[in-house]
T-cell receptor, first 110, second 116 residues
Framework: SQQGEEDPQALSIQEGENATMNCSYK?????LQWYRQNSGRGLVHLILIRSNEREKHSGRLRVTLDTSKKSSSLLITASRAADTASYFCATDAGANNLFFGTGTRLTVIP | GAVVSQHPSRVICKSGTSVKIECRSL??????MFWYRQFPKQSLMLMATSNEGSKATYEQGVEKDKFLINHASLTLSTLTVTSAHPEDSSFYIC????????????FGPGTRLTVL
């Protein structure tokens, strides 16, 4: 029951660089959410973008949504070693059923 | 790929009753399972982390006596909502990972609980 697909599956960058992760989905959605997961821990909600929104910012995070292409991107600017984690997108297609992708593993090298 | 199932997918109960939700990993052994709840139009909220054979670790603000979690085997974790009230109505979703410390989680389809 996972319909989101993240790209790339793994990303390794130097500290200070920007990290971009993409998410594609298949059906119409009410909103799309990005989550972060540190190793061995549960998910932490980062940001929610609604279907009528195109871009949203939160601190060093920038999320875009293109409903015509059924895709979203998460940009982390000026990355830090502490940003090392897995990032998941989840789509809410209504009835509050969330569908998660398999995630992007981000490694930020100090 | 790995599959996680939840049962039931939807349950309606009367206030004061207890409801058990099962989360099963169908083709792998899940050392760790996570339980989340989601209120309408809100994000997922982690409730607890469940490790096979040990007590669950609850997040701050989650009542352990209200939400009983049992992870008795490597393929099954259960969440029991005790003495349910209408405010417990929510969408409950579990996820499972094969090994502690790995980041790949597999999510169940969720359970919609409605307490009348």
């Amino acid at each position: 029951s996972q319909q989101g697909e993240e790209d790339p599956q793994a990303l390794s960058i130097q500290e200070g660089e920007n990290a971009t992760m993409n998410c594609s989905y298949k059906t119409s959605i009410n909103n799309l959410q990005w989550y972060r997961q540190n190793s061995g821990r549960g998910l932490v909600h980062l940001i929610l973008i609604r279907s009528n929104e195109r871009e949203k910012h939160s601190g060093r995070l920038r999320v875009t949504l293109d409903t015509s292409k059924k895709s979203s991107s998460l940009l982390i600017t000026a990355s830090r070693a502490a940003d090392t984690a897995s990032y998941f997108c989840a789509t809410d297609a209504g009835a509050n059923n969330l569908f998660f992708g398999t995630g992007t593993r981000l490694t930020v090298i100090p | 790929g790995a599959v996680v199932s939840q049962h039931p997918s939807r349950v309606i109960c009367k206030s004061g009753t207890s409801v058990k939700i099962e989360c099963r990993s169908l083709d792998f052994q899940a050392t760790t399972m996570f339980w989340y709840r989601q209120f309408p139009k809100q994000s997922l909220m982690l409730m607890a982390t469940s490790n096979e054979g040990s007590k669950a670790t609850y997040e701050q603000g989650v009542e352990k006596d209200k939400f009983l979690i049992n992870h008795a085997s490597l393929t099954l974790s259960t969440l029991t909502v005790t003495s349910a009230h209408p405010e417990d109505s929510s969408f409950y979703i579990c996820s499972a990972s094969e090994e502690w410390g790995t980041d790949t989680q597999y999510f169940g389809p969720g359970t919609r609980l409605t307490v009348l």
